[in-house]
């Protein structure tokens, strides 16, 4: 068990739906970052967020969208889905804004968009 | 921008086969570099962090090495369990890199008993 706690495990949703994400990081980590995998892109970065505030965006879509709250849980909005969007979503915490030491994940969402 | 290439892509031995994984990475300031096991479904799940050239690291029959332009992942007498994908990933100093990871799309090893 690495700490982080996303929900729910499974979502299963139609196309032009919208969808929210939710992870816990592990106590002590100031630190959320969303990943997304795929079976052709592997995992591809999405956004960090540092203690609330939005320190780097990867290849987001702008119908995505994150926020961190001040108890430090975070939550990734996904809108407009397309079938495209159906994927793993990972979330991961660390201690420091930037990454110097271990990353831990999540055991993620699965989104299946119909 | 940061790369990060995994070879081979998938890779089968028999139990007790001793093996290695490479991971070639091109990054501007290695602020580390990571290994982690994903199993199907699951989330990657933390192995090693890697700081520098020389660098070497263990865990059970896993033993993680650094150069300055790649990274192996010996597995010395595999068995079933250890039956994974297992990823690569780099941070670098500059910019935006200090702030990810850059993934490879890893080596899913399979180990037959």
């Known amino acids: 068990d690495s700490g982080v706690t996303q929900t729910p495990k499974h979502l299963i949703t139609a196309t032009g739906q919208r969808v929210t994400l939710r992870c816990s990081p592990r106590s002590g980590d100031l630190s959320v970052y969303w990943y997304q995998q795929s079976l052709d892109q592997g995992l591809q970065f999405l956004i960090q967020y540092y203690n609330g505030e939005e320190r780097a965006k990867g290849n987001i879509l702008e119908r995505f969208s994150a926020q961190q709250f001040p108890d430090l849980h975070s939550e990734l909005n996904l809108s407009s889905l397309e079938l495209g969007d159906s994927a793993l979503y990972f979330c991961a915490s660390s201690v420091g804004a930037r990454l110097g030491t271990e990353a831990f994940f999540g055991q993620g969402t699965r989104l299946t968009v119909v | 921008e940061d790369q990060v290439t995994q070879s081979p892509e998938a890779l089968r031995l028999q139990e007790g086969e001793s093996s290695s994984l490479n991971c070639s990475y091109t990054?501007?300031?290695?602020?580390?570099l990571f290994w982690y096991r994903q199993d199907p479904g699951k989330g990657p799940e933390f192995l090693f962090t890697?700081?520098?050239a020389g660098e070497e690291k263990e865990k059970e029959r896993l033993k993680a090495t650094l150069t300055k332009k790649e990274s192996f992942l010996h597995i010395t007498a595999p068995k079933p369990e250890d039956s994974a994908t297992y990823l690569c990933a780099v941070t670098g100093d500059s910019g935006g890199s200090n702030y990810k990871l850059t993934f490879g799309k890893g080596t899913l090893l399979t180990v037959n008993p």
């Open positions: 990054v501007s300031g290695l602020r580390g």
């Open positions: 890697l700081y520098s």
